[in-house]
């Protein structure tokens, strides 16, 4: 079983040391010490304990260290930044198992991404040697990248020559869409197994500029103190404290979250309980609350159980998410985020629970959301809702079966399509998207059913025959096709860099991971490192 959960001074492999207004992350990656055996991770090379490790730190920063305007993220190997994911570690592991060790770094490298875009951090990729596949893939992620001159060093995205699969973390999106890269030098550099140095390196726009090794670190310094704002500000940060989770053969017990995971029937029961009182006020309460403030403990707590069932739980297909609480304290919730958004720890919760429900969205498992007695799906839980394949809206005029909007249903919490959730789901007609959040009254199942917001609204006799039904129809289905279905089905409008990579690459990936020609027996992935060659199966399709 993976634990997604570790702490700074249990890191293997990253050091986080933090000066002032300045943090540097530094790669020292411990060959021997690997999530699983058979390889070693050579070379700054990382599995996914690596990136854990990483994930984690960046997620402090954003809520203990709330003074850092700059990182900086280097290595402690000599000559080497960063080798990219394990390709022996690749080649020995299930096709799912590659498949959300992708995904998970791809979500790491964004939350980087969302840190610069609404945080104000400044990423600096200081490559004191080669960067290759997902180690350059780590430094796009960067906002500048410098890499040191000293005769030998190059980054590269060697994955379609050598190994006969994709850059895996967004390398290719990145070259093209973020840092503008012509496609014809992108597509060069793409297919050159070696790499490129540094003068034509910049020439081509992959990094920002190069240093002699004599006056790397002068450079790289110099760059943090001209970032505007680097001076510290005083802020102080809150403790992310380990969370406390009751592991169970049949599930995991949170202090809100509660995962049921039925194997035999292949669905899980995820229930999110609303805050017992009503939830504090004030940014000075919010503060002395620390992480165990609601919204930020029961979101990090729904993360957890998210990335569990992803990798721990591969079996289970269906996840039948529920609510249970107090509609009123959940809207509380709402009303004291939007009332103190410009606050920085305000801003970091709410940032926080945007990357979890995309989290959610990016989930390869079917999602039914159930309203019934007791539910509250209502303002940033009613996400969950919206967030949902298909949602079941009890209609029963003698039980009181609400959902509400809140403010943050209108824009704090977007999908990776850059929507809002109800703006995805009225794509074609928008002006109910804007009625729905102008209305302040709560929609029972008849209401949300003639507006459409739900998707069916069974009465009282047909309730529990409706449910498991649809249970087992959705189980007995191929999970191959319902994570295509749902993956083309999720992000409707407007495609940006974060739909590109997890929609368009990663179902290329899914699908060449499986290919011969990269997994097969005379594959370029089975091969890599070995004295026998690659055999392509040269068929376009």
Known sequence: MINFET??????????????????????????????????????????????????????????QPQVKAVVLTSLKPRIFCAGANIYMLGTSSHAFKVNFCKFT???????????????????????????GGGYELAIACDEIYLVDDGNSAISLPEVPLLGVLPGTGG????????????????????LAEGLKGKRAKEWGLIDDYFPTSKFQESIDARVGEIEGIQADGLAGIKLNPLQVEVKPSGRQYKYVNLILNREQRY?????????????????????????????????????????????????????LRTQGEISNV????????ANHD??????????????????????????????????????????????????MLNDPEALVEIKTSQLNAGALPMSNGLTRLQSRFLAEPEKAAAVLARTEAFDAAEADAVGLITFAPDDLDWEDEIRVAIEERTSLSPDALTGMEASLRFAGPETMDTKIY????????????????????????????PTQAH???KRT
């Not at 929609?503 to 290329?508: E, I, K, N, P, Q």
């Open 7 to 64: 702490l700074p001074d249990q890191y293997k492999h990253w050091k986080l040391s933090i000066a002032g207004p300045v943090a540097t992350l530094t790669m020292d990656v411990q060959e021997d010490v690997t999530l699983a055996e058979g390889y070693k991770l050579k070379l700054n090379s990382y599995d996914l304990g690596v990136d854990i490790e990483l994930a984690d730190a960046i997620q402090r920063l954003r809520f203990e």
């Open 106 to 132: 791809n979500e790491t490298r964004c939350a980087i991404e969302d840190d610069s875009r609404h945080s104000g951090r400044r990423y600096i990729a200081a490559l004191n040697g080669t960067a290759s």
């Open 172 to 191: 290719l999106t990145r070259l093209v869409d973020k840092r503008k890269v012509r496609r014809d030098r992108a597509d060069v550099f793409s297919t």
């Open 268 to 320: 899980a029961d995820l229930t999110v309980s609303s805050p017992e009182v009503a939830p504090q006020k004030t940014v000075a309460e919010i503060e002395l609350a620390g992480d165990s403030y609601w919204p930020l403990q029961a979101y990090r707590e729904l993360d957890d159980a998210l990335l569990h069932l992803r990798v721990n739980e591969p079996e289970i297909g269906l996840v039948c």
């Open 331 to 338: 809207m509380a919730v709402d009303q004291t985020l939007a």
């Open 343 to 392: 606050h920085w720890l305000v801003r970091e919760i709410v940032l926080n629970m945007a990357r979890v429900l995309r989290r959610l969205d990016l989930t390869a498992k079917s999602f039914f959301s159930i309203i019934e007695p007791g539910s509250c799906f209502a303002g940033n839980l009613l996400e969950l809702m919206l967030a949902s394949d298909r949602s079941y």
């Open 503 to 530: 929609g368009r690459l990663t179902a290329w990936q899914n699908w060449i991971f499986q290919r011969p020609n990269a997994v097969g027996p005379e594959g370029a992935l089975t091969n890599y490192g070995k």
């Open 536 to 538: 392509f199966d040269f």
